[in-house]
């Protein structure tokens, strides 16, 4: 149990370090313009967009979250958090998962609180590959994660709640 206890402590303050890819206001270059604090005070505010997979992402993710130099991934049996990190030439890549163990094996996960706007992937040369106009929300929510329990996430640019 204890071990559990220390992965949520991690997870959390991953999470809180995740996205912020200079959003914040004490961001290096803004300080002095008020114009462009209040910019980045207005970004860092931002709801967290949760884009379904309609065949952009892995097939085991059923909602992400992408930012520049973080991404989240909501699959069935887990989160997962990747983040990037500038390394001298190269850079460093994070990968953090936390599970739900005991949970069921196939909840409901399920858009809420629609957002205004859609989502579009062009990769590839192949337009019938592409996905165009697919809804964003500023939420997702596990339904039945555990009997009678249901799991919502949400949060602001760098904050996951």
Known sequence: METDYLRVLIFVGLVQMAGTGGFAADTP??????????ASLEIA???LVFIPNA?????????AVTGPESSLYFTPREIVIVKEESAGNGSITH??????????????????DPLPGTANFFT??????????????????????????????????GTLK
């Open 95 to 112: 990968i953090v998962r936390q599970t739900f163990p005991g949970s069921s094996d196939t909840p409901a996960i399920a858009g809420a």
């Open 45 to 47: 505010s931002l709801p």
């Open 55 to 63: 065949g952009q992402y892995d097939q085991s993710v059923a909602y």
């Open 29 to 38: 270059g803004l300080s002095g313009d008020p114009a462009a604090e209040n």
């Open 124 to 157: 590839g040369n192949d337009s019938a590959k592409w996905q165009t106009g697919l809804a964003t929300y500023g939420a997702v929510e596990y339904r039945d994660l555990y009997p009678g329990i249901d799991l919502r996430y949400t949060g602001t640019t």
